[in-house]
């Protein structure tokens, strides 16, 4: 089992839709969970911390489930800026030499 | 504030070339420096991490190899280029001590090797 798994997409969403997409995680022992956003042949950038309680910043809500080992990223109302890669990032060790990465969920908003 | 700058931005090597890409880091000390590759379909892979002048771990064995000469500088070296090197190489540092798990990544440097 991939340690960190998302699904590719394209999620093709219309402005100002909801969407929401899910990352899965294989290690139990997980401490810390992100998730970043990369535009296209561009760098990561953080978005947001994923905290146990779930967290939300403007439009943007991320949870956790340890349970089931699975995070999600909610996006209410889409923009056209948020086309872009979503990054799930998983910190298995405490420190940032132990992330581990997903493939990214590519989001396209169209208008 | 803190900036990270990597150069080149973009190059094109041909097989059994040598390779140096360059980062450094502005604005704070000690960081935690890391060399990661993201080639077409996959994830990020960790290739090598730095928490200090001359300490270098290595996630991955391979032709390539890094380097720390001074506090803010990380640099990523190959002796003789593979076709499987080409990818987009990003550079990145994270507070040292905090553990949080946060990274700031450079611009990145995509290579082709033909």
């Known amino acids: 089992r991939k340690e960190v798994e998302q699904d590719p997409g394209p999620f093709n969403v219309p402005e100002g839709a909801t969407v929401a997409f899910n990352c899965t995680y294989s290690n139990s022992a997980s401490q810390s969970f992100f998730w970043y956003r990369q535009d296209c042949r561009k760098e990561p950038k953080l978005l947001m911390s994923v905290y146990s309680s779930g967290n939300e910043d403007g439009r943007f809500t991320a949870q956790l489930n340890r349970a089931s080992q699975y995070i999600s990223l909610l996006i209410r109302d889409s923009k ?8 799930c990032v998983v910190n298995n060790q405490g420190g940032a030499d132990g992330l581990t990465f997903g493939k990214g969920t590519h989001l396209i908003i169209q208008p | 504030s803190q900036t990270i700058h990597q150069w080149p931005a973009t190059l094109v090597q041909p097989v059994g070339s040598p390779l140096s890409l360059e980062c450094t880091v502005e604005g704070t000390s000690n960081p935690n420096l890391y060399w990661y590759r993201q080639a077409a379909g996959r994830g990020l892979q960790l290739l090598f991490y730095s928490v200090g002048i001359g300490q270098i771990s290595s996630e991955v ?3 390539l190899s ?8 990380f640099i990523l070296s190959s002796k003789k280029l593979l076709l499987s090197d080409s990818g987009f190489y990003l550079c990145a540092w994270s507070p040292l001590g905090v553990g949080t798990g ?3 990544f450079g611009e990145g440097s995509r290579l082709t090797v033909l």
């Not at chain 1, 056209?80 to 990054?87: C, E, G, I, V």
């Open chain 2, 66 to 73: 890094a380097s720390r000469p001074q506090d803010r500088q």
């Open chain 1, 80 to 87: 056209l800026s948020d086309s872009a890669t979503y990054l």
């Open chain 2, 102 to 104: 946060e990274l700031f």
């Open chain 2, 61 to 63: 064995p391979q032709n």
